[in-house]
């Protein structure tokens, strides 16, 4: 009986470890390619979400085509298909590596449209801490600038920190002609969040969101979380199967 305790046991332990390894491996290669430098490309084929300031249609009835000199149903679509496009709404991602949130904004060609970044929240678990970015000067995005790549700052905002520089994040603004289809990517560490309030618990995230009120009506939530839930989940299922290995050949000798 010892001998089948003792094998079930560190059977179980290297399932467990061999589990860990990967998946800490999948979540630290999920994020390890973006870089904060202006160069967008390592966002492309990560999760993305359509946003706007409120619930716009992605399809409109009875559109005169004047090419067609007919009314249509009009529908706004990206390039997989999916209803939405960069036309009506921003495309957003956010993501993690459980020491920083990235956040990449492309800003819409609707009408009224800009990078409104002078408050935004991220959600830890339902508790906020609240950031702005501005020119290093202090200005906001939304001032007037000549086309062009700029690094900008993430400020504190909405507690004793505010308009303080957070340390350890960085961002970077691509100002396009027009103002139309802006783009920005940003890293804020988790500390930083942290610092605004002291009910984020570092050590157990399971949700990360991201809110701009000027710029969405809902929030967004975040890929790549921790993976300690799924770590302790699969520990669990892993010494429940070396119990009941060990418990299924002592029933057998049992019945010799």
């Not at 995230?205 to 809110?211: G, R, S």
Request: hydrophobic content about 35%; glycine content about 6%; charged content about 20%.
């Amino acid at each position: 009986m010892k001998a089948y305790l003792k094998y079930a046991t560190i059977l179980s332990l290297l399932i467990v470890l061999v589990i860990f390894n990967i998946n800490s491996a999948h979540v630290q290669a999920f994020t390890s390619d973006i870089s904060i430098d202006g160069y967008y490309d390592d966002w492309e084929g990560k999760p993305y979400s359509w946003e706007y300031v409120w619930d716009n249609p992605w399809q409109i009835p009875n559109y005169w085509d004047p090419e067609l000199q007919q009314n249509i149903t009009k529908e706004y679509r990206d390039e997989y298909g999916n209803p939405y496009n960069i036309e009506i709404r921003h495309k957003m991602s956010l993501l993690s590596d459980g020491e920083y949130v990235y956040l990449y904004i492309k800003v819409s060609s609707n009408s009224g449209a800009g990078m409104y970044l002078d408050h935004f929240l991220f959600s830890v678990d339902g508790e906020d801490a609240a950031f702005r970015i501005t020119y290093p000067n202090g200005d906001s995005l939304t001032k007037s600038n000549t086309p062009g790549i700029y690094p900008v700052v993430v400020r504190h905002t909405g507690s004793a920190l505010s308009h303080s520089v957070v340390e350890g994040a960085s961002a970077v603004y691509t100002r396009k002609p027009d103002g139309l289809n802006d783009e920005i990517e940003v890293k804020v560490p988790f500390s930083a969040m942290k610092m605004q309030n002291n009910n984020i618990d570092l050590d157990n995230i399971q949700t990360v969101e991201f809110f701009a009120p000027s710029m969405m009506y809902r929030k967004i939530a975040c890929s790549g979380i921790s993976t300690s839930p799924i770590f302790g989940i699969m520990s669990c299922a892993a010494v429940t199967g070396g119990a009941f290995v060990w418990r299924k050949r002592r029933n057998r000798s049992k019945a010799k």
